[in-house]
């Protein structure tokens, strides 16, 4: 059966609605306080911690924090008040005045890029700050002042190497003695204004007689058994890149068998993407070793290229 309201009634049930979603989402500020004070964050870096970092090379610590968790601890509270979580920058309402006695803020990346998939990223050590002062109807900005790019900045770390593995690293340096992919990567050695850190990044060059190219890292993996396995890297590419997995999906001593990954878009810009590689090779059962390789499909036969830089595989 079709029912049909009266506008005068449709506005009476929406504001309806809206006055019972205020009600609720207000419970948890009960008290005298009625004008909010404000929480401000524009972006959250990575950097090295002082001790058992892992890894001493600058291109480790890029980062695409696109989120944050926010949790504070209100004095007098007897549990942690989760407000929720906000794309950065943010400024949140806060009902409360004095000094929060902490406010505990969990980095959130887009998983695999899609902006659906946000996840407070396993890898990334929650940042608490202690003893916030808010004031109603003021900004308490959190973090300090970057100047040169004119934002309220704080500065997060991943877990030291008693919490991480390392499996996989490149950074295209002219430290280095050698890179991890195959012959198909050109190592750029010299390039401080093209690379996405250092002065090295790899490219590949796809020549426009073919529908598409290959190429890979070709050490076969052999993690722990976790979903906990992710690719971290920066890129750019002229043409789209599909990543693949090689493994075995029943034992060590079956038939090797190739499963995708993802696929990235083109983009013109450096872009740091945080890939889980869990979840394809559960389809393996987890089986070892892995190999990871890479894609380039070249449909209109025009060749292009792709840039890698700050290339690591992690898990715990």
């Known amino acids: 059966m079709r029912m049909i309201f009266s506008k005068k009634t449709t506005l009476l049930m929406l504001s309806c609605v809206l006055t019972a979603l205020c009600v609720n989402s207000c419970k948890r500020f009960q008290g005298e306080v009625e004008v909010p004070a404000y929480l401000h964050l524009d972006r959250i870096d990575i950097a090295p911690q002082s001790q058992n970092a892992p890894s001493s090379e600058a291109g480790f610590y890029t980062s695409l924090i696109d989120a944050a968790q926010v949790i504070c601890h209100f004095k007098g509270d007897p549990a942690e008040t989760t407000l929720g979580v906000f794309q950065l920058p943010f400024t949140i309402p806060v009902l409360y005045q004095g000094a929060i006695e902490y406010v505990i803020i969990v980095p959130v990346v887009k998983q695999n890029g899609i902006a659906g ?10 940042i608490k700050l202690e003893n916030v002062v808010v004031a109603a109807d003021s900004i308490t900005n959190l973090g300090s002042f970057d100047k040169d790019n004119n934002q309220w900045t704080l500065k997060g770390h991943y877990f030291p190497l008693s919490r991480m593995k390392v499996l996989v690293e490149d950074y295209f340096e ?50 722990a058994v976790t979903d906990m396995l992710y690719l971290e890297m920066d890129y750019h590419t002229d043409l789209e890149l599909y990543l693949n997995m090689l493994g075995f999906p029943g034992s060590s001593t079956g038939s090797l068998m190739s499963k995708a990954i993802m696929g990235l878009y083109p983009n013109t810009q450096w872009q740091k993407i945080y890939i889980n590689l869990g979840r394809t090779w559960s389809q393996f059962s987890y089986n070892t070793p ?10 209109d036969k025009k060749g292009g290229k792709v840039y890698l830089d700050n290339v690591k595989i992690i898990t715990i």
Do not use: E, K
């Open 117 to 126: 998939t946000r996840i407070a990223y396993p890898y990334y050590q929650t």
């Open 174 to 223: 002219p430290t280095a003695f050698s890179s991890i992919f195959d012959s198909n990567m050109t190592w750029v050695h010299d390039d401080p204004q093209g690379a996405r850190t250092g002065q090295g990044y790899g490219c590949v060059t796809v020549p426009d007689s073919v529908l598409s190219y290959t190429f890979s890292i070709p050490a076969n993996l052999s993690p």
């Open 290 to 299: 892995i190999t990871i390789f890479f894609q380039v499909a070249n449909p």
